[in-house]
């Protein structure tokens, strides 16, 4: 009968309410039933008691009318003056005889009926005398009987009648006297008043007859009387409006093959169930008002749910967008209220993350700011193989004093900016900024097998981008940038320093001195990007042009410096004869062989990419010359500053 | 109701008795014998055969009763009520062959009445519903009633062809018997009649000793 969708509420409070509605309906109309099948069986059980003592009180009385009439009758046929007058034959005398005691005792009709069963005489003029009575089962039924007696009703002259027989003795048995009373309306209605019972009297032969009794007024529903079960007069349909529901029990008063005396006798249901009629407008109400109050409280309860959850939800669904939307208005003290305040600090906790995250992430670099949120930062570090770069601006100090200082921090921020993002795109990690350098780290603090490549990798990419951003300084009139890049893998010490109150993720060590020392040598080679032998050895991929070895100061060990190369400079050097030239003459210097340098650099010119590192060897040779050549030359040159 | 039933009469020769006496039995239905039955000649006699009125015959009433109940005398014959109780009575009767009545009385008993005529008499007593008795009243003198054997004997009864019946108030048809009288040996005759239920006045019992 109901689609699925039915019961397929999208509102809780909706769902709550039918099924409210529908748990009280069941329970009200159950508890209806159970009223009316126990009323109901009480109306019939004392109806039923009413019935039966309505057919006591009628047979009763039945019973005491026929004993008095027998009584009464009795005293004729004993009296001698009477018999004297039947053995005469005097027929007149003995009809008002009979008429005389039929008066005398109050009877309908006295009659006079031979051993054959002729009529004699009678009281009655519609009797026939001396014919033979049609029906004289009465009769047959007297002499049958020990003192000649019978009682019983018979239907003659469209009347019922009570009827009683006793011989009469003259003194042996010469005749039948008979006595009758009318079963009429008078009698039917002293029974009515006396029982509160409606009795209807039927004689039923091929024809049914009604004798007396009120019910029904449609004679066309008297059968329904001789019936079992409960009857219904007046409209059928609607038993309680038009029609009248009756129960009855059928008294049968007499049956003989001419016919069957039936008193039936009936009881209002409906009068007896009004109560319960009554009963049923007051439940009718009570279910009505209880529905309504059940509804509206289970819509005011859910109400009290559904409202701080849409509340929860919003907020949840606001903080999936990213913004922190308290939840208000839940007041409750309850289950739902604790979630509502547990889901504003749990708002609040975030939002104070999220801008810890942020300015952390500003601060810092996002991988520290990610590993500083992920574990509690413990002071302290650990020994790590990393990669370690740093890149400044040349002649920066000098740039700022041409530019006013917003000018400066303007095209600082956009370089710094776009020198990040090259850093960050090859997982590195700046460390920090200094001034106009950068210090990054690559394999720290996330572990990264890759570090030197990557570093390499970023190096050559933030030369590409600074080609690019160069033409942007351009059109807003500031200044070309050129960067120095110093590039060296090697243990470090990582990790959180400083103190507990403050601290620094970052790395230091021999490792990082050297990156700095190879960003600070790239001034003297003219080449933006160097790296260390250690660089050059981890990442073969990549194409490099040795250009030195050099001690740098604070630092025993010898290092190899190398231009790492782009794709357009390794164009450049391949299709230079030049670089030959360069390549032996640092074999030269190396050797010691410091006389043979200046001639095979001759052929570098001025606009040669190794032209600043070839005039670095002519003066290094013109110097060697001059103050002769250092002991225990091994063709490395110790740089003494920084 | 009533149906009709045929009488059986048996004769059964015997050779201990005269001639002119006749052992009389009579049986009902059940083959019970029947007290009170009245054995009559039917046929007519001649005149001087006839006998004639012998003293009166008493009808006692004791105790509310008549007794005997049922009697048979012959036409002409005087009957004496005389009432043994300390009680009036008042003895009637109605019936056709002999309608009179003997107004209540006790201890000085009314002049005998004679039964002249032939037939049946039922008495009755205005004051006890139940007392009736009944006189047979035969026109000859040869008849008998059955004692409580429901036997009897006729004696010298003329040796002809002669035809008997039988009379009992409970009886449902009257029996006729004809048979050939014969001065060489005796007889019996038997009958044996169908009885029925005769209604009579309900005698109750007495609330006092001496009212009812």
Known sequence: MFSQHFWQFRSFARRLAVWMAVLLLLLLTGIYFAIENTLERNARSTLNQALEVTAATLTARLSDQRGVLLDKLRLLSADFAFKQVFADGDRDTLRSALENHRNRVHANVMQLIDLDGKVLVSTDPRDQENQKLPDHWLLTRASEHEFGEAAGFVFVHQELVQYVVSPFFTPQHSAWVVMGIRLDAAFIETLRTQTHSEVTVFWQNTERVRIAGRLPENPQEEAQLLTDGDITLGDARLPTLGGRHYLHMPVLLESQPQGKATAVLLRSFDEAMTPFYRLRNVLLALCCGSLLLAVLASSVLARRVTNPVRRLGESAQALAKGEYLPVQGVNQQDELGTLATQFNHMLHGLQERDAVRGLLGKVVSTAVAEELLKSPPILGGELRTITVMFTDIRNFTRLSEQFPATTVIEFLNAYLSEMSSCIDAECGVVDKYIGDAIMALFGAPLPNHKHTENAVRAALAMQQVLAALQQTFTTRGWPALHTGIGIHTGEAVVGNMGSAQRLNYTAIGDTVNLASRLEGLCKYYGWPVLVSDAVVQATPQFAYLELDRVRVQGRAQPVGVFAALTPQQQTMLHADAQTQDFEQAVQAWRRGDIEQVPSLLSAIHEGSPLATVAALYRVRCQVFTEQGMPDHWQGVYDYDSK | ?212
């Open chain 2, 1 to 212: 109701m009533r149906r009709n039933l045929i009488a059986t009469a048996l004769l059964i020769m015997s050779s201990a008795l005269l001639a002119q006496d006749m052992r009389i039995k009579v049986i009902n239905q059940r083959g019970e014998p029947v007290a009170g039955a009245v054995v009559y000649v039917v046929t007519s006699l001649p005149a001087d055969k006839q006998p004639t009125t012998a003293e009166p015959v008493i009808i006692d009433q004791i105790n509310k009763e008549f007794v005997p109940h049922i009697s048979a005398i012959a036409a002409g014959t005087a009957v004496k009520f005389p009432n043994r109780d300390n009680i009036r009575h008042h003895v009637y009767s109605f019936s056709p062959a002999k309608s009179f009545e003997l107004p209540l009385y006790k201890d000085a008993p009314p002049a005998p009445v004679v039964f002249e005529k032939p037939g049946i008499v039922t008495l009755g007593c205005n004051i006890h519903d139940w007392m009736t008795s009944y006189i047979f009243v035969a026109p000859h003198r040869y008849f008998t009633v059955t004692g409580k054997d429901g036997s009897a004997t006729m004696r010298d009864l003329p040796a002809q062809a002669l035809e008997f019946e039988v009379w009992h108030p409970r009886q449902k048809e009257v029996a006729t018997v004809t048979r050939q009288l014969v001065a060489t040996g005796g007889m019996t005759l038997a009958f044996r009649i169908e009885e029925k239920t005769v209604l009579r006045p309900f005698r109750g019992q007495a609330n006092s000793k001496n009212s009812y």
